[in-house]
């Protein structure tokens, strides 16, 4: 009895191991994208805010924080949904339906991409975007930085806080369906499916 609570030690000890193993590479992982998308990001908005005129440059803010809210929205939906319903469409062969399973089961990991990598990330580079934005109208203008930049802080403020209230309504009343679309994406834009879809296609032209 006692070497077999010895072993039943020895194996929860290297379990316990693995996990935290798992979890430093998931938390370097999240550092890593993080920083490559802050970067990437931050370089190309500041480049186009800084070349186009001021309402090409407004419609990408919007667009920074559009993007910020929709991966809030999947981040929020996929922690929120049952796994049984995506599994129910899969045995149909519904399309999107594996990838949806998918998400579902990684959900901390989709959850902790969509909300603390992607949404933070857009909402520092929003913020950048908006201070930027200010002091470009504000020159433009004759204007005071000071007063342009609280505005614009404001305005960006609003945008964000008041899409993510409008995307947590939907969340709460459609999650599985955006996991499903999300999961249709996922597999209209996998190589492997967009080439055997092709090819059926092709049958089909020739039948």
């Known amino acids: 009895m006692k070497e077999s609570d010895d072993y039943l030690s020895k194996e929860k000890k290297v379990q316990n191991k693995r996990e935290k193993k798992n979890s430093n590479k998931w938390i370097l992982y999240v550092f890593i994208i993080t920083f490559i998308l802050s970067i990437s990001f931050g370089s190309v908005s500041n480049l186009l805010i800084d070349k186009l005129n001021v309402v090409i440059a407004c419609i990408i803010l919007i667009i920074i924080i559009?993007?910020?809210?929709?991966?809030?929205?999947?981040?929020?939906?996929?922690?929120?949904?049952?796994?049984?319903?995506?599994?129910?469409?899969?045995?149909?062969?519904?399309?999107?339906?594996?990838?949806?399973v998918k998400l579902v089961k990684y959900a901390d990991k989709v959850s902790s991409v969509c909300n603390d990598v992607v949404g933070d990330v857009c909402g520092v580079i929003s913020g950048a975007v908006g201070a930027m934005l200010a002091i470009k109208i504000a020159n433009l203008?004759?204007?005071?930085?000071?007063?342009?930049?609280?505005?614009?802080?404001?305005?960006?403020?609003?945008?964000?806080?008041g899409g993510k209230a409008i995307e947590k309504a939907i969340t709460i009343k459609h999650a599985e369906e955006v996991i499903y679309n999300v999961g249709k994406i996922l597999y209209y834009i996998n190589p492997r499916n967009i080439k055997i879809n092709s090819k059926v296609k092709e049958r089909n032209k020739k039948l």
Request: net charge positive.
């Open 66 to 100: 559009l993007i910020g809210i929709v991966f809030d929205m999947i981040g929020m939906s996929v922690v929120t949904c049952n796994e049984a319903t995506f599994h129910a469409k899969a045995s149909k062969k519904q399309k999107g339906a594996k990838e949806a």
């Open 141 to 161: 203008l004759n204007l005071n930085i000071a007063i342009v930049s609280l505005i614009f802080g404001a305005i960006v403020a609003s945008l964000t806080v």
